[in-house]
Nanobody, 120 residues
Framework: QVQLVESGGGLVQAGGSLTLSCAASGSIFRINDMGWYRQPPGKQRELVAT???????NYADSVKGRFTISRDNAKKLVYLQMISLKPEDTAVYYCNADVLLTSRTPRVYWGQGTQVTVSS
């Protein structure tokens, strides 16, 4: 019913930057919270940053001041600008959306993930 497609991952040197994008499509009435989680190798998935439909952002302490989340509600897009990347930012990054479907049913969706690798 809803698809989230991420793009923008890759390999970057420490100190570099990347921007991730996620596009939502499908039977969407409204997207409430939308954001990014990541799963480092051998660890559990963790919150990176989320943004409400009204534009209020929430960041993990580990990324504050380095990552910026933004949204285009009309186009159903969410972005994650990452600067000053560190090797510990290496992870699979997942897009997440809290969606109200056109049927008015609430659902949470995940993207397929995009790999970000930061070399030292």
């Amino acid at each position: 019913q809803v698809q989230l497609v991420e793009s923008g991952g890759g390999l970057v040197q420490a100190g570099g930057s990347l921007t991730l994008s996620c596009a939502a499509s499908g039977s969407i009435f409204r997207i409430n919270d939308m954001g990014w989680y990541r799963q480092p190798p051998g660890k559990q998935r963790e919150l990176v940053a989320t943004m409400t439909n009204g534009g209020r952002a929430n960041y993990a302490d580990s990324v504050k001041g380095r990552f910026t989340i933004s949204r285009d509600n009309a186009k159903k897009l969410v972005y994650l600008q990452m600067i000053s990347l560190k090797p510990e930012d290496t992870a699979v990054y997942y897009c997440n959306a809290d969606v109200l479907l056109t049927s008015r049913t609430p659902r949470v969706y995940w993207g397929q993930g995009t790999q970000v690798t930061v070399s030292s």
